[in-house]
């Protein structure tokens, strides 16, 4: 049973427009919720993230949401660029115990210049 | 250099042998992880430790065993290799008493299981 869901597996964006990557969880102990970026043939690597005492979380060009109520969140990129294309890894803990990230299947971000 | 490292980067293994996947951190992180990734699947924990001297199971652990004898190092060992096994392995580690949780991720080892 998936705890973590990435629904789309792919998306494209034209450069400059927005990209919305979405993220479901259904563990309501979820209390920390992070986003992942992975290029090929690198390791993940920590992009932004949110407590689930806020429901926004702000830093540059990258913008997460959090639903608490629909158990939803997402990474939205404005404005996109082509140096943004790679696989987008959602995770959730409950901090409480050291849980460890569960993580989502990803969805693979491509911006078209 | 800070941060971790996994060696080798790549292995082609024949079925039914032994291999040891290597990751050390130098960031004095307390917690430590494996993971595999396969096309459609995502991440998925293999083994974990929380902290030097003990280890846990994650969400795929049958075939695979861990040790943590210090901080620093966490091998990953494959008793007798099988097909199903192959696949992109790494290695993270995180600061717990940070209380967010954020592991960094190792460049990984892809290991082909013949």
């Known amino acids: 049973d998936q705890q973590v869901k990435q629904n789309s597996p792919s998306l494209s964006v034209q450069e400059g427009r927005i990209s919305i990557l979405n993220c479901d969880y259904t563990?309501?102990?979820?209390?920390?919720f992070l986003w992942y970026k992975k290029y090929p043939a690198e390791g993940p690597t920590f992009l932004i993230s949110?407590?689930?005492?806020?429901d926004k979380n702000e830093d540059g060009r990258f913008t997460v949401f959090l639903n608490k109520s629909a158990k939803h969140l997402s990474l939205h990129i404005v404005p996109s660029q082509p140096g943004d294309s790679a696989v987008y890894f959602c995770a959730a803990t409950a901090r409480v115990g050291n849980t460890p990230l569960v993580f989502g299947k990803g969805t693979r971000l491509s911006v078209i210049a | 250099i800070a941060g971790i490292t996994q060696a080798p980067t790549s292995q082609i293994l024949a079925a039914g042998r032994r291999m040891t996947l290597r990751c050390t951190q130098d960031?004095?992180?307390?917690?430590m992880y494996w993971y595999r990734q396969d096309l459609g699947l995502g991440l998925r924990l293999i083994h974990y430790?929380?902290?030097?001297?003990?280890?846990g199971k994650g969400e795929v652990p049958d075939g695979y065993s861990v040790s943590r004898a210090n901080t620093d190092d966490f091998p990953l060992t494959l008793a007798s290799a099988v097909p199903s096994q192959t696949s992109v392995y790494f290695c993270?580690?995180?600061?717990?008493?940070?209380?967010?949780?954020?592991?960094?991720f190792g460049p990984g080892t892809r290991l082909t299981v013949l």
């Open positions: 563990n309501s102990m979820f209390d920390y």
């Open positions: 949110i407590s689930s005492i806020k």
């Open positions: 960031m004095r992180h307390n917690a």
């Open positions: 430790s929380n902290t030097a001297g003990t280890t």
């Open positions: 993270a580690s995180s600061d717990v008493s940070s209380g967010n949780n954020e592991q960094f």
